[in-house]
């Protein structure tokens, strides 16, 4: 059964299409996304989640693995896996009861190898890790075989079950393939299969004291779950070769690896070992913080699933490695928002306004939309009252040609309410700083517009100020000040945005956005500064001051 139509087709897909067609593999499809329980998965990540989990759904019987690779003890915790599956459900994707760890088949991978070692494809080497590392050789340079490649089989037996019973000391000998120490490829000049480590799994716990490396256990793994499709970034391309090596002299069955490009996009990094530095050198508040490109600083930050599943969808599939602007990850959120998210209106740098012609007491309410792309969605009420709030920038006592908003007698529209004129600018007498302003507004003008047909070219945002709610919001800035500040092979230093996150502490939220538990999560998109800013946190009864965080201010444009 091929792809839906509405589904776009790549170069993967097309494979799987032949396959099916082939019976290569009996009609079957089984993909996996095998994540190193090693750090946060981030936005890279999501593109291989989506690309598995996608291709598996869109053929009859296909299914997709959830599998952590662990198989290096020293760098895993149960707080990376715990965190992987909950960003995975988060995506929208569920591997039901095909939830698989490589330490699941440590005792075959060590059946393998003996099997290896006994048919002479694998020998045990006692060279230190300098010494492998010269012997290997370079780019231009042929390697040289180990003084140790020639060992009799029962000799690397021997030694390799003694490794496994613990009485050598780590970095005493080391499994390795029997392959090729002339090949142009560097990785298959005798890749080492098994080294000692002692150190605690969160699994089997001090049961191993030798640990398979990742290609070894990768391609087994893979055959061990019979999965017909493998599909990895382009950086495992050179790796191919030994993945196919090890299920050929094995003779087991042959999973078939494809590799794709990789996510690059500007303003941010994407290597786990450089985000996991940021973190533990306390650049960053967490593997959460919302500059991070982590799934959970996406979701702190006030991403969806739906958007990120429609930027991964956006971006395709190929083999050249490209980069990604951030402004379209940025164009993905603000779709879905403007769709599905109700409107609340913020004032983030508040600026009194006060209405000398409104009577003193009185509330009206207003109606609003709440969402102007969904009808649907409906309306809510929001007062209006002698006072208000509206956003500093939005008023000039000196104004700029095309400054359409408030100014010192000029008529502007409240934002579903009613037009109002600058009377008066009132200011601090010691600072010289505007406290307030003292406006009148046209009874004839509420519900936005007058009798007489006139125009106003500016329209603000405003909350009634005995009914606004105070807030704090923090306003987020990328992870990199400069777009073309990537990681690169040998790059150490970045240029980080200065601050985790810039507060408003004094900022208004409209009383249409109600408190919540205070054990409560909220997702309050709020109108601010012509933008929208997806809160996370929710409002708690008689605790004013919270913690929205938000989209950046650039984000979103006027409804």
Not at 58 to 74: A, I, K, M, Q
Not at 185 to 195: A, C, K, Q, S, V
Not at 211 to 237: G, N, R, V
Not at 339 to 352: I, Q, S, T, Y
Request: net charge negative; hydrophobic share 30%.
């Amino acid at each position: 059964m091929t792809s839906p139509d509405n589904i776009s087709s790549d170069f993967i897909r097309n494979i799987v299409d032949e396959d099916l067609e082939s019976q290569k593999y009996d009609g079957r499809v089984v993909t996996r996304f095998p994540p190193e329980p090693n750090g946060y998965l981030h936005i890279g990540h999501a593109k291989s989640i989506c690309l598995n989990f996608g291709v598996a759904s869109e053929y009859s019987g296909g299914v997709c693995h959830l599998r952590f690779d662990d198989t290096n003890p020293l760098r895993e915790d149960i707080e990376y896996i715990n965190s992987i599956q909950e960003d995975v459900r988060w995506l929208g994707f569920d591997w039901g009861s095909n939830l698989f760890y490589a330490s699941d088949y440590f005792e075959a991978l060590y059946g393998y190898a003996e099997q290896l070692i006994l048919d002479g494809k694998a020998y045990v080497d006692s060279l230190t890790a300098d010494e492998i590392r010269e012997y290997r050789g370079t780019l231009t340079e042929s390697g040289k075989e180990s003084p140790y490649r020639n060992r009799s089989v029962e000799e690397s037996l021997d030694l390799f079950r003694r490794m496994r019973d613990g009485e050598f000391e780590d970095g005493a000998h080391v499994l390795r393939a029997k392959i090729d120490m002339t090949s142009p490829n560097l990785n298959m000049r005798d890749p080492t299969l098994y080294r000692i480590r002692r150190a605690t799994h969160h699994r089997t716990g001090d049961k191993w004291c030798i640990y398979p490396m990742y290609d070894y256990a990768h391609a087994l793994s893979d055959s061990i779950e019979k999965i017909t499709h493998s599909l990895c970034t382009l950086e495992f391309e050179d790796h191919r070769p030994l993945y196919d090596w090890t299920l050929e002299e094995l003779d087991v069955y042959r999973s078939q690896q494809v590799e794709f490009a990789r996510l690059n996009i500007t303003n941010t990094i994407m290597s786990k070992r450089r985000l996991l530095q940021l973190v533990e050198g306390g650049y960053v508040s967490g593997w959460d913080d919302p500059r991070m490109p982590t799934i959970s600083g996406l979701r702190r930050r006030g991403y969806t699933p739906e958007a990120i599943r429609t930027f991964c969808d956006h971006i395709g599939i190929s083999k050249r490695d490209t980069v990604v602007n951030m402004a379209l990850l940025e164009h993905c959120i603000r779709e879905d928002l403007n769709r599905h998210a109700p409107r609340v209106m913020a004032v983030l740098n508040p600026l009194k306004v006060i209405i000398e012609n409104y009577p003193e007491g009185q509330v009206q309410e207003f109606e609003a939309v709440n969402n102007p792309e969904d009808p649907g969605m409906g309306t809510r009420n929001v007062p209006f009252s002698r006072e208000i709030y509206i956003e500093r920038d939005d008023f000039r006592e000196d104004p700029p040609s095309r400054f359409f908003r408030l100014a010192p007698g000029r008529e502007v529209r409240l934002r579903y309410a009613c037009y109002i004129t600058c009377q008066e600018v009132v200011k601090d007498p010691d600072t010289g700083e505007i406290t307030e302003l003292r406006c009148t507004y046209d009874p004839e003008s509420v519900g936005g517009s007058t009798p007489d047909g006139r125009r106003v070219r500016g329209t603000l945002h405003w909350v009634s100020a005995p009914h606004s709610l105070q807030a704090q919001v923090r306003l987020y800035d990328y992870l990199l000040v400069d777009p073309e500040s990537r990681e690169r092979r040998g790059q150490q230093r970045f240029y980080l945005s200065s601050e985790p996150g810039f507060p408003t502490s004094y900022c208004r939220l409209s009383g249409g956005a109600q408190p919540c538990p205070s054990h409560a999560r909220q997702q309050i998109p709020i109108r601010a500064t012509g933008v929208l800013l997806r809160g996370l946190q929710g409002f708690k009864p008689r605790y004013p001051s919270i913690q929205p965080y938000c989209l950046p201010a650039r984000l979103m444009g006027q409804d």
